[in-house]
């Protein structure tokens, strides 16, 4: 299979984006499928999640901006993670004088990523260089949401992103699906879901991540869902996204 490289973004906080690369990417590795986890975000949540360390020797900010290699480090099996370090938080300015920065990742992606078949990239709550670089690497965009009224303005913004990116950068990119998690059966739940399978159809996820405090705890255990409690509606919601995505891209 070709490396499928996915970027997990949504410019609103709070929605999961570093629970659902965390737990996706364990579910992928799970299942067989070797997977890289990308940390692109200065607050370090998907490392420290994975490693309990808020501070690693190296970090993806030593590759965007003194293009050192990929610094990758296993953390379970079939799953590695490239960790971030509260050095991005300067990367927007540090690389602003750099040629050809929106392109950086891809570069250095291009060395390590037939070692792989999935690359799971977490990106910071915004749309600047670090996210666009993340956005040029890949083949596809996940967006995480949750069912709360109003969610199709910001989707709009990221809409516009991946056109200008498809159109001057990196014509493969494209949506690849769209995923609710903290959902429940609440009617408002119901009516964001409706709104958007009218304007995104067969790209919405059937999977729906349900609430569940099980997920909320995980960070702090060092451990994925699936050693945390794996009978929890977190382990068997995220390992169905799973199975879903694989059997998008196997077809």
Avoid: W
């Avoid at 570093?18 to 975000?41: E, F, H, K, Y």
């Amino acid at each position: 299979m070709k490396t499928k490289v996915i970027t997990i973004a949504n410019h609103k906080g709070g929605v999961g984006k570093t629970t659902s690369t965390a737990t996706l990417g364990a579910a992928l590795a799970l299942m067989g499928s070797r997977v890289l986890l990308i940390d692109l975000d200065a607050q370090q949540n998907l490392s420290f999640t994975l490693t309990q360390n808020e501070d690693p020797d190296q970090s993806v900010y030593d590759t965007l901006v003194n293009d050192a290699p990929l610094p990758i480090v296993g953390v379970g099996k079939n799953l590695d993670l490239v960790p971030a370090s509260l050095d991005l938080a300067r990367a927007e300015i540090d690389m602003a004088t750099k040629i050809a920065r929106e392109g950086i990742l891809k570069v250095a992606l291009e060395e390590i990523k037939d070692n792989y078949d999935y690359i799971l990239i977490d990106c910071p709550p915004s749309l600047g260089i670090v996210t666009t670089n993340a956005l040029v690497a890949s083949d596809q965009l996940y967006i995480p949401l949750t069912a709360e009224a109003l969610p199709l303005k910001g989707l709009t913004m990221l809409d516009d992103v991946v056109r200008e990116i498809r159109k001057r950068v990196n014509p493969n990119l494209r949506l690849g699906g769209v995923f609710f998690t903290r959902y429940n059966n609440r009617n408002l739940n119901k009516e964001v879901v409706r709104m958007i399978r009218e304007r995104y159809g067969d790209l919405v996820f059937e999977t729906k991540i349900r609430e569940n405090i099980a997920l909320a705890e995980m960070p702090l255990s060092g451990k994925s869902i699936f050693d945390y409690d794996a009978k929890s509606n977190g382990a068997v919601d995220y390992l169905a996204l799973a199975k879903e995505v694989a059997e998008r891209n196997n077809r």
